[in-house]
């Protein structure tokens, strides 16, 4: 069987599966039915798994579609099942002030609905589009470029900026200097695994980047924040997955596995009962993230594991069910929808986001644009969400999701078409960047950037995608002035 045929079964099977479920939802009123999100979940948990199987077994190449693939059976598949569970039990689900039960299973529809879109459109324009005749692993291998040396000149801009915000705020100046000091790590472990499949002998590499996954993790350690964490071991899967793909392999590498094994068991068993925890404890003590230690936090995931003092009798499951519960994205595309069909669209959401890529240079009066804290407005009931005031205090973000948020804002059709439209953005992102993904720093820093947008369902594009499509044409464009110049510089010298 070819990939083209597996993903064609799989996305007539969607939709059909979509179609029926509509019809029984609206014909015989089960909005509000545990057992239909039961049964939805369950089937997009079957699907998916198999799609990832597919994509493992029959695709010829890498693509970021297939750990997003990973991402649907999360989101919209054990998510669901653990909505199941609350419902059954008569808990009331909250979004906000707003109680959801009613509107789950209609958000699992539209949420199911943008993931049909999104594989979709990308299967279509990557097989008319996208096909080409030489593996990520291979043009690697064939770059002759020197991914160590850029590793390192990586770390140093990286540790140099940190340098300059202790002295000088980062974030007084520039964002994407605060960003580069943040995510410039991913970038040097990627550099560094590129140069690990570009020689797969030469020693030293990996070591040097276990060295800096521990030590980054050690520094965002009282950060509160579970993705700091887990963005730095990213690389190392995209590694594996790439070097799977490479040259016609057709098993994962035993240490590679045993590897994937021990990041897994790591990420549920430590990084995130530790961030429960350390969240516990500020909220608990009323305290800034900054000021908690790592040492109490230390000491109370010792309680917890030991089942010790405060932890003795605590029945929460920090671990398999901190990341069930965690994965929220049908309860925010649920209220999304609900909210547009019952209180009308808000147009303005819209144009709010639409406000944030330009620049303060053009605009030197821009509103602050805190897309999430208006969000929080919107769920707690503020007739005027759109005050900058309440932004400005208000500390909490929101995301509405993808679709959720173009519904909230166009309606129905309007989201549905504002969601394809960005469909066909997402693919041609990938498309660019795939091509200079082995020679551009900046095809690098913009695959890492939709890598973790992939990795939480797309929630990052709770402000209607628009962010992402302006920041990632800006990515392009640089892209391509960098190729440019490497072309002239290349023929300055035949000449």
Known sequence: MTIAIYRDIFLKLQVLFLALSALSMYLLDMAGSENFVLLYSIWNIVTYTLLFYGEMRYAPDFHPFQILALAAIMFIGVNGISLYSDMRSGEELFFGIYIVNDCIAQGMLFLS??????????????????????????????????????????????????GVNQLYPLDTVSSVLVEITTTGPMLTLLLLLFAKLENPYRNGIMFLHWVIVLLEIILVLNHGMKEEIIRLLVPYCLYVLIEYKSGGKVKIKFSSAITIGILSIFVIAFVFPYISLFREISNRTNREWNQVSVSETFDAYEDYVAREGKYENDKENRSIGYVVDRAGSI????????????????????????????????????????????????????????????????????????????????????????????????????????????????????????????LKDFEGLQDCGINMFFINAVYIIIMNIISYRNKYKLSTVDR
């Open 113 to 162: 609905l943008e993931h049909i879109i999104l594989f979709g459109t990308f299967y279509f324009l990557e097989h008319k589009y996208g096909n080409s005749s030489s593996m990520i692993a291979e043009r690697i291998k064939d770059a002759n470029v020197d991914y160590f040396r850029w590793a390192i000149y990586s770390y140093i801009i990286v540790w140099t900026l940190r």
């Open 331 to 454: 309860v925010s595309n649920a209220w999304s929808v609900d909210n547009a069909q019952k209180e009308g669209t808000k147009p303005d959401y819209f144009m709010y986001c639409l406000m944030a890529p330009i620049p303060r240079i053009i605009w030197p009066d821009k509103p602050v644009i805190l897309t999430g804290s208006m969000a929080h407005q919107l769920t707690i009931g503020a007739a005027d969400w759109m005050d900058e005031s309440n932004a400005k205090e208000d500390k909490t973000s929101i995301s509405l999701g993808f679709i959720g948020s173009c519904v909230l804002s166009l309606g129905v059709y309007g989201g549905i078409l504002l969601a394809s439209l960005m469909s066909v953005w997402i693919w041609y992102v990938w498309h660019v960047s795939r091509k200079k993904l082995h020679n551009n720093v900046i095809a690098m820093w913009m695959f890492l950037a939709y890598v973790s947008l992939i």
